[in-house]
């Protein structure tokens, strides 16, 4: 059994910045790649950026140069740092973990930028 918690999400104004981590735990084995997607109220959820095992790293267009993924492999901990932050970044952030065998997904925090 794998648990993702997701902490750090919550309302800030334009302009501003987040911090999200992504703690991982249980029975957790050839982790290829541990990221972020988002979902927006009435649309499909979406890649923010995945960061693989094997080092490369795939930012969305639309969060290149404003968000940073990071990683500690010891901890299974994955953060996001979201600066500069527009409203059109409001969104529940879901912290994502794929194994060799399957995908886990947290639960997900939401974040609201107003404008």
């Known amino acids: 059994q794998v648990r993702l918690v997701e902490s750090g999400g919550g309302l800030v104004q334009a302009g501003g910045s987040l911090r999200l981590s992504c703690a991982a735990s249980g029975s957790i084995s050839s982790i290829n790649a541990m990221g972020w997607y988002r979902q927006a109220p009435g649309k499909q959820r979406e890649l923010v950026v995945v960061?693989?095992?094997?080092?490369?790293?795939n930012y969305a267009d639309s969060v290149k140069g404003r968000f940073t993924i990071s990683r500690d492999n010891a901890k299974n901990t994955v953060y996001l740092q979201m600066n500069s932050l527009k409203p059109e970044d409001t969104a529940v952030y879901y912290c994502?973990?794929?194994?060799?065998?399957?995908?886990?997904w947290g639960q997900g925090t939401q974040v609201t930028v107003s404008s």
């Open positions: 994502y973990l794929g194994t060799r065998w399957n995908n886990y």
């Open positions: 960061s693989t095992s094997v080092g490369s790293t």
